[in-house]
Every structure is written in C-alpha cells, then in structure tokens.
C-alpha cells in the first residue's frame, strides 16, 4: 500500500483511540502533523497546528464510542517530497450519528515519513 494512505488510514485509526477512546499518546495524534499545518473545516473555520493541539487536547475522549471509516482513497499527485491525496471519511458515533466528508490532505516528507501539511474538509451530500 502506498505510504501516504498508510498514513491517512494510521492517523485516523489514532485519532478514533484518542477522541473515541481516550487511548494513546497526545503526541501519536499530534506528531502526524508539521508544524506548519493549517486546516479548511467542513464548516469554513480554519485551523493552524497550535489549535489543532488545543482541539485534540480538550478532545481526549470526547467522542464516546467514535468510528472513523476510509474509503475511496485516490493518489491525486505525487512528488519527491510529497503528495495530494483526496479520501472520503465517515465518523460515527452515538452522540453525533453519522457525518460523511470529502478530504484533500497535501503531505510533506519531513525526518523520514509523510506528514499533514495542509487538509481541507467539505461535508458530502446525503
């Protein structure tokens, strides 16, 4: 499998132990992401890493019982240092229900591995 979709799915299997579970190591979900991260919410609102860090922070089992599921991965680009890959992720939780959304995250190879460099949410259509 592609080193940038190990990623995606890694992360995201953190982050529902984190969020979902309140598992795990604060830095296992926060390590994934450069230090020049920045973020495009679903709803507009937009992140750099240190509210990313405050969000996961305060967030430590904050969504009994979170699901996250992958699918529908696709490798849009890929250079040297990097890639564009687009993915659809679907959350479910108890309180919440279930969310679908559309991602495009752009990685940057830093030390050795993929990291989140910028990733923009847009909720999908039902």
Known sequence: MNIYFKEVLNAHTAIENWL???TGALQDVLGRFSPR??????????????????LFTAQRH???GLVIHI???ILLEEWPHGALV????????SQTGTTVRWSTVAF???NGGPLW??????WACS
């Not at 991260?37 to 405050?54: K, Q, V, Y």
């Not at 687009?86 to 939780?93: A, G, T, V």
């Not at 460099?117 to 847009?122: A, I, S, V």
Request: proline fraction near 5%; aromatic fraction near 4%.
């Open 117 to 122: 460099r910028h990733l923009h949410e847009t």
């Open 20 to 22: 979902g579970k309140g």
């Open 37 to 54: 991260f920045s973020m495009i919410t679903p709803t507009g609102n937009c992140l750099d890493h240190e509210a990313l860090s405050r």
């Open 86 to 93: 687009k993915y659809r992720e679907h959350q479910h939780s």
């Open 71 to 73: 699918d529908s991965m």
């Open 62 to 64: 904050g969504r009994p």
């Open 108 to 110: 940057v190879m830093e």
